[in-house]
């Protein structure tokens, strides 16, 4: 069976990533959990939502008067009425005492028709310098908050949809790929509901530096993962002729290794039976895990938790496992090791629903939605290949330590004759990665 073997992967530009994610914590892992799990309380919260959403709210008396914006003919026509109406009340009081109010009448018919008009002007104003101050408070309004309406339906317009586009994710690639990333042809739709897992992978020495981000489905295999990860050693290893395609995943008690390859191993199978054999030995190095600094920073702030026994360990098969098939907790450590003994800490650090703005093509995952951009050291002599040595307390370099490429260390260091003109320095080969 011929073998794989990945290249140094990049992201694609023409698939669309919402924004957002998970609020990083550092020292911190969630509860064991699963796909499965989740996907069900989350979609029982939605429910709950949607009824609460959907209920009746007839009974409560709700005014939107207050929320209308009106023009300037409805506000002065409103305030006209309101002139009019109370002039009518005025003249039409209530007859209490029918022979003296028509007697009251008849005294002051003339007194009112003289003040008649000046009291509906002065009425007519004040209404006309409120409609003018409610206008006014409308326009300040408006422009201090862009009104807009809430509609379930709603649909992102057409420039918003641009702006999304212009802000996809910048190609990190590798100085030394020219690998072009192969548009999918096949369309393979992802089924409502699916949870999307994002899985962060680290570097084989510094073990801090995150080397990969990526979006997987919790419905899609442990394969599918390992075919993603990409590792310097596996370039190395192919060149010198001595690649091996066996590796495994360990996820909580699971050891998953990869055994799709005829040539592969099963490099779990030694561990196991060392965890079988040796059960004391295993307990002392288990308790000795459970209480290092993680341990002590996770209990000073959820509190003591009872001393755990060692897992039961136990294997399947990486390409008979899918993620919901697994239990594992947000923010912890996983193991990833190939190559016979290069290892990779593996953390889940988010688990969310599929969004309307995710890649709905199943045959796109894993999507690679970050990766590390190698840089290699230059020669300091020529300043144009790579560096392969590099010297310390060296006299004749002008810095400490110096970096050389195979021509300039040997023009500087060696004779003709290929020995050496000095050698009160130390040698090191350099290593790229």
Same mark, same amino acid.
């Given at each position: ?98 022979? !003296?109010? /028509?007697? =009251?009448? *008849? ?6 028709? @003289? ?7 002065? &009425? ?79 570097? !084989?020495? /510094?073990? =801090?530096? *995150? ?6 489905? @919790? ?7 390992? &075919? ?206």
């Amino acid at each position: 069976m011929e073998c794989s073997i990945p290249e140094v992967a990049e992201c694609d530009l023409s698939i669309p990533i919402p924004r957002g994610g998970p609020i990083y914590v550092p020292n911190m892992v969630g509860p064991s959990t699963r796909v499965s799990h989740f996907q069900t309380s989350l979609l029982s919260e939605l429910q709950n939502l949607e009824a609460e959403l959907s209920a009746d709210f007839s009974h409560l008396d709700i005014s939107v008067d207050d929320l209308k914006i009106f023009t300037e003919d409805q506000l002065m026509d409103m305030a006209l009425k309101e002139v009019f109406k109370g002039r009518e009340n005025d003249e039409n009081p209530p007859l209490l005492d029918q022979p !003296n109010a /028509r007697c =009251g009448e *008849k005294k002051s018919k003339r007194k009112r028709s @003289g003040t008649n008009n000046s009291g509906l002007d002065n &009425d007519c104003i004040e209404k006309v310098e409120q409609v003018v101050r409610i206008k006014q408070k409308q326009e300040e309004d408006k422009a201090a908050v862009k009104l807009h309406s809430f509609n379930p339906d709603f649909k992102i317009n057409e420039a918003a949809h641009k702006s999304t586009k212009t802000e996809r994710m910048r190609t990190l690639r590798s100085t030394s790929s020219s690998r072009k990333v192969n548009s999918v042809k096949e369309h393979i739709p992802v089924q409502y509901p699916e949870v999307i897992l994002s899985v962060e992978v680290y570097h !084989n020495v /510094r073990k =801090g530096s *995150k080397i990969q981000e990526l979006l997987v489905l @919790g419905g899609q295999m442990l394969t599918a993962l390992r &075919d993603k990860i990409f590792c310097s050693t596996d370039q190395v290893m192919h060149k010198a002729g001595q690649h091996d395609p066996s590796g495994y995943f360990l996820i909580e008690d699971v050891f998953c290794p990869d055994l799709r390859d005829p040539s592969a191993i099963d490099l779990a199978r030694p561990i196991l039976d060392w965890l079988q054999n040796s059960k004391e030995e295993a307990q002392k190095k288990w308790e000795y895990i459970i209480t290092g600094e993680l341990q002590k920073k996770q209990k000073a702030i959820m509190g003591e938790q009872s001393a755990s026994q060692l897992p039961h360990f136990r294997s399947i098969e990486m390409q008979k496992l899918r993620f919901c098939d697994l239990s594992f907790r947000l923010g912890a450590g996983y193991l990833y090791c190939h190559q016979g003994n290069c290892t990779h800490t593996l953390v889940i650090r988010d688990m969310r629903l599929i969004h309307p703005d995710d890649v709905h093509n199943r045959a796109l995952y894993p999507i690679i939605t970050f990766q590390l951009k190698l840089r290699f050291q230059k020669c300091t002599v020529c300043k144009i290949f790579r560096a392969t040595k590099i010297t310390v307390d060296d006299k004749w370099t002008p810095e400490n330590p110096c970096y050389f490429c195979d021509e300039c260390f040997s023009l500087l260091h060696q004779a003709e004759d290929g020995t050496a003109l000095y050698t009160d320095f130390v040698e090191y080969d350099y290593n790229h990665d």
